[in-house]
């Protein structure tokens, strides 16, 4: 019997998607973490998705009917954790500790188990420790609906522009592009006063007074004379 959905798509999310091939420790995969296959480089880009889902289900069901059969009656939750786990890890753990109790039928010591499952490549890995965590949730009850991350805040001219629109929205013009923010008014700039320098030296009294500008007295110009000045320095030639 195939999963829940809300519990496939649980897994896919803790998978992630990728349409190229790419090496996990042990296998070159694709899709959402299943072996990829030769010639996949060949199948049109528009179905590659649909091959790589019809796959994550063959798997997920493998994995499910693993678990049946080592027990088919286990609550819903706990077998959706260990379907995850052994669709993403393989079934090792039948044959160990957290097979023990859940035979048992101790749930309570096989979650404490399976949260042990968090290595890759021998080394504690944070991301299967965040992943066994939430698939742990699982034994006491569903998977929680995906939450959207919170807008990050805005900041420079598009927070400038949401603080001045009403409502705290950045207002728009066909296109989406942003208006230029909006800045309160500001009183208008005086200009500095001058630097007084030289000027200030003057005394009061003084400066109040137009200055008096004395210009020479013109003398009339003596051509007669300077003429027999130049006749006694320097001969005049007339032309013939």
Do not use: C
């Amino acid at each position: 019997m195939a999963l829940d959905q809300s519990y496939l798509e649980a897994i896919k999310n803790f998978e992630g998607y990728s349409a190229a091939p790419a090496w996990d420790y042990k296998q070159s995969s694709s899709g959402y973490g299943t072996k990829a296959q030769p010639g996949d480089e060949n199948i049109p880009p528009d179905q590659l998705k649909a091959v790589h889902e019809q796959r994550f289900l063959e798997e997920t069901s493998k994995a499910a009917a693993s678990v049946d059969a080592f027990n088919p009656n286990l609550p819903p939750g706990v077998r959706a954790a260990l379907t995850s786990l052994t669709y993403n890890a393989g079934p090792g753990w039948q044959q160990s500790g957290l097979g023990q109790a859940i035979k048992s039928g101790d749930y309570d010591k096989a979650r404490e188990i399976f949260l042990q499952y968090n290595k890759a490549g021998g080394e504690v890995n944070p991301g299967l420790v965040a992943r066994r965590q939430k698939e742990a949730a699982w034994f006491t009850g569903q998977p929680q609906p995906s939450q959207a991350a919170p807008a990050a805040p805005a900041s420079g001219l598009l927070a400038q522009a949401q603080t001045a629109a009403p409502g705290g929205l950045a207002p728009s013009i066909p296109g989406g592009l942003l208006q230029a923010p909006i800045f309160p008014q500001q009183a208008p700039r005086q200009a500095a006063p001058a630097d007084p320098g030289f000027f200030a030296q003057i005394p009061a009294e003084q400066a109040m007074q137009a200055p008096q500008i004395h210009f020479a007295q013109r003398r009339p110009v003596n051509l007669t004379g300077l003429r027999n000045t130049l006749q006694q320095r320097a001969p005049i030639f007339s032309r013939g």
